[in-house]
Structure formats: structure tokens, C-alpha cells
């Protein structure tokens, strides 16, 4: 979106070329003319980011077409120097305006420099010393190019922002998605947590009313009915921590799915290798918590090109391995993230081990290792 700026001063840099060394007289003007390139500069910038935000630039629009008619006016200007700056201010304008004022801003793109390059020195004066030569093109097939620029650029560039706002839409779509994921997580657990805590607690309610009741009349049924309340409490914290145990366990599978995405997008070629068994749920919260301290490790402490994880349960235990390359002084040691896993895993007689694999060829190894007895 900003490819108007490079094209203006490609056609000043070209002027300058095209008009050899400068005399005194002519010095201050092209002085002068570059100051005022690099005000348009600034101002176009200002269109980009107005475009990106969407918000209205009128200001900057109006702004540069008057710098782009003044440049022209008061500089050496050919179709293929100075003249650039008319299709360079219709690109960047086209971005904050609709088809109709795209299209106008183009035809005014257009004509402006030819008029004005036509009651100047000639149409192209010295053009054989130019940077467009050698191509030996008459005047009629250099005019129809430029034409064909001015026109074209502009349209170009409104397809470059639709490109761009449909990418910025689609992020956002992932990023709601997420949130209504969660959101939707959040009802159902405040649902679940709500019908078991509000049953539970009105029987337990029911109950106690009946004993308090009974115990001046009856004290063995007393004593039954606050039997049956310390049997109701019993089961209604088993179901809250069944309910907050399933709230917490994550999908293994969706995990590895998600880290090994994330990687591939950062251009790491990945390789998944996962058991045919099922995994039990706290093992799999384990082992999710290892994938996600591994991938961020291999995101900020590597230039890594590839990465292997693999997930094997054998022999009693279940064993999760990360390996990558591009990593510099690989070592023993990790950061407070990898501590915090190990005094995780630690408490199910799991462990944790990281290191290179000797070979000085930067390659990276996380190991955890967790006996399957724990989880029972």
C-alpha cells in the first residue's frame, strides 16, 4: 500500500539523473522540490495508516494533490521524472476514497501531468538521456504506458487494502471464536456447578430443618436425618470435584494439533507421533502442560527449521519427547518454566530433563517421563 511512495522518488531520482549536474540557479529549486518530496512522503504515510485504522485523511488527500501540483509546476518535469508524483498521490488516495473517487483521482492523475508537461519544455526534452532509455520507444507508446500506470496503479492499490482488511477479518473471526469458545466453556461449567451445589445444598437444607425439628421429639431419627445430611454433603463435594476435574482437563489431541500449528506457522517442519491407547485424563493435562513449555521454548530460545514430538506409553509409564534444532550452547539447564514443570510432574513421581544431545549440532531434547500409577 505504500508502493506510492518508492514510485515518486524513483521519478525525482530520475529527474535528477536526466538533468545532469545543477547550476547555482537551479540548486534552490531542486532543493526545494525534494523538501517537498519528502512532505508528501509524510503525508501519504499518513493515508496508508488512516486506510489501515478506517478513518477518513480528506486533509491529507487535499494536502498532497496540492504538494503534487506545486512539484510539478515548479520542477524539470517529464511524464517519467517529476511527472510520477500524480499517479504515486492517485495510488495512495484510491486507498482512502470509493470507485467513483478512485476512478476520478486516476483520469485526474492522468491529465493533470500531461497538461502540464505539455506547455512546459516539450513533451519529452533530452528524453534519449533518461533512465527509461534504451528503449527507443516514440512518444505516443511512452504516453500510452504512462497512461496505463496511472490508471492501473490505483485500483491495484484498493485491492492490496481488500487484501488486507479480509486478512485483519479473518484473524478476527479466529480470535471471536475463541472467545465464544471460551465464553461457552464458562456457561456450561456455571450450569453444571449451579444444578449440583443448588440440589446439594437444598436437600442438606430440607434435612438439618427436619432434624432440628426431631430433636426434641424424636433424637433417633435426629441423628438418622443428620446422617443422611453428612451423606449428602459427602456426595455433593465428590460431584463438584468430578465436575471441576472435568472443567480442567484439557484434549491431548487438540493440544498437540494446536502447538504443532503454531510451530508450522513460524516455518518449523513438525513431526507428530502419538500412542494408538487412550490416554487417562490427568495424564493427558500433563502431558499438555509438556507440549506447551516445549513449543514456547522452541518459539523463543531457538532458530529452529524442525521439531519431532513424539508420545509413547510403555511399560508403566508414559514418556513425551520435544526435539529440535537450532539451538546455540545447548546445556543441562532450563528457565523458571521448565522448573515449574518439573515440580508439576514431580508430584506424580514424574521428572523432567532437557539437554543437547552432545553432538554440538544444536539439537535440542525435552524429555518427561510420568509413571502411569500415578494417575490411578
Not at 37 to 62: C, D, H, P, Q
Not at 110 to 125: A, H
Not at 171 to 194: I, M, N
Not at 309 to 321: C, F, M, P, S
Amino acid at each position: 500500500m505504500i508502493i506510492g511512495i518508492p514510485l515518486a522518488w524513483a521519478g525525482a531520482f530520475n529527474g535528477i539523473a536526466a538533468g545532469g549536474k545543477a547550476d547555482s540557479e537551479a540548486l534552490p529549486t531542486l532543493v526545494l522540490g525534494l523538501l517537498g518530496l519528502i512532505a508528501f512522503s509524510a503525508v501519504y504515510m499518513r493515508m496508508v495508516k488512516a486506510a489501515v485504522a478506517g478513518t477518513t485523511a480528506n486533509r491529507e488527500i487535499v494536502v498532497s494533490g496540492v504538494l503534487v501540483i506545486v512539484l510539478l509546476l515548479t520542477q524539470e518535469t517529464h511524464l517519467w521524472t517529476w511527472g510520477l508524483l500524480a499517479p504515486a498521490w492517485a495510488t495512495g488516495a484510491a486507498l482512502l476514497l470509493n470507485r467513483v473517487g478512485t476512478l476520478v483521482a486516476s483520469l485526474g492523475a492522468t491529465v493533470v501531468p500531461l497538461f502540464l508537461v505539455s506547455i512546459g519544455d516539450g513533451l519529452f526534452p533530452g528524453f534519449d538521456r533518461m533512465m527509461v532509455a534504451p528503449y527507443e520507444a516514440d512518444e505516443q507508446g511512452l504516453i500510452g504506458t504512462f497512461v496505463g500506470v496511472a490508471l492501473v496503479m490505483p485500483s491495484t492499490n484498493r485491492l492490496q487494502l481488500w487484501f488486507w482488511q479480509v486478512v485483519k477479518l479473518a484473524e478476527e473471526g479466529k480470535e471471536a471464536q475463541a472467545r465464544l469458545a471460551v465464553t461457552e466453556e464458562r456457561l456450561r461449567f456455571s450450569r453444571d456447578l449451579h444444578d449440583l451445589v443448588g440440589h446439594s445444598l437444598s436437600a442438606i437444607a430440607v434435612k438439618s430443618e427436619v432434624a432440628v425439628k426431631l430433636s426434641s421429639v424424636d433424637a433417633a431419627r435426629a441423628v438418622a436425618e443428620m446422617d443422611e445430611v453428612r451423606g449428602l454433603a459427602r456426595q455433593a463435594l465428590k460431584e463438584i470435584r468430578t465436575a471441576v476435574r472435568g472443567y480442567r482437563v484439557v484434549d491431548l489431541d487438540a493440544e498437540l494439533r494446536s502447538m504443532t500449528a503454531v510451530l508450522e506457522a513460524a516455518g518449523i517442519r513438525c513431526t507428530l507421533e502419538t500412542p494408538r491407547e487412550q490416554v487417562p485424563d490427568e495424564l493427558a493435562t500433563l502431558l499438555a502442560w509438556v507440549v506447551r513449555e516445549g513449543a514456547t521454548n522452541v518459539l523463543r530460545h531457538s532458530s529452529a527449521t524442525r521439531c519431532r514430538i513424539a508420545v509413547a506409553l510403555r511399560d508403566g509409564t508414559a514418556v513425551l519427547e520435544m526435539t529440535n534444532d537450532g539451538v546455540a550452547g545447548t546445556g543441562g539447564r532450563g528457565g523458571t518454566g521448565l522448573a515449574g514443570l518439573s515440580e508439576r510432574l514431580a508430584t506424580v513421581g514424574g521428572a523432567v530433563t532437557v539437554g543437547g544431545d552432545g553432538k554440538g549440532d544444536g539439537e535440542f531434547r525435552l524429555r518427561a517421563t510420568i509413571p502411569l500409577e500415578g494417575m490411578r
